[in-house]
């Protein structure tokens, strides 16, 4: 059974840090691309970050550059998005993604909301 469950979101003021896990089972996750997506009320799903299986390439979105850090381990199956100089617009349900051809296995989301 395949299960992707993030955690780690939560309630930060502007300038704070998060760190959010994605743990995956039920697939072979070296072999799998990891995303964090991002959607904020009113708006479309968008990528944040993404990793390469085994981690040597790493892209952002230009909003996120220089603040949030992506990486994984592969012995533990996890996913991390280390959020640094949270802005409140950093406010959305953050969603991982695990991809590897045209298979795609998505978590349920964590909330993080940005606010003085």
């Known amino acids: 059974q395949v299960q992707v469950v993030e955690s780690g979101g939560g309630l930060v003021r502007p300038g704070g840090s998060l760190r959010l896990s994605c743990a995956a089972s039920?697939?072979?996750?070296?072999?799998?691309?990891m995303s964090w997506y991002r959607q904020a009320p009113g708006k479309e799903r968008e990528l944040v970050a993404v990793?390469?299986?085994?981690?040597?390439?790493?892209n952002y979105a230009d909003s996120v550059k220089g603040r949030f850090t992506i990486s994984r381990d592969n012995a533990k199956n996890t996913v991390y998005l280390q959020m640094n100089s949270l802005k409140p617009e950093d406010t959305a349900v953050y969603y991982c993604?695990?991809?590897?051809?045209?298979?795609?296995?998505w978590g349920q989301g964590t909330r993080v909301t940005v606010s003085s």
């Open positions: 993604k695990a991809r590897f051809g045209l298979s795609s296995y």
């Open positions: 039920g697939f072979n996750f070296s072999s799998y691309f």
């Open positions: 990793i390469t299986s085994y981690g040597g390439t790493t």
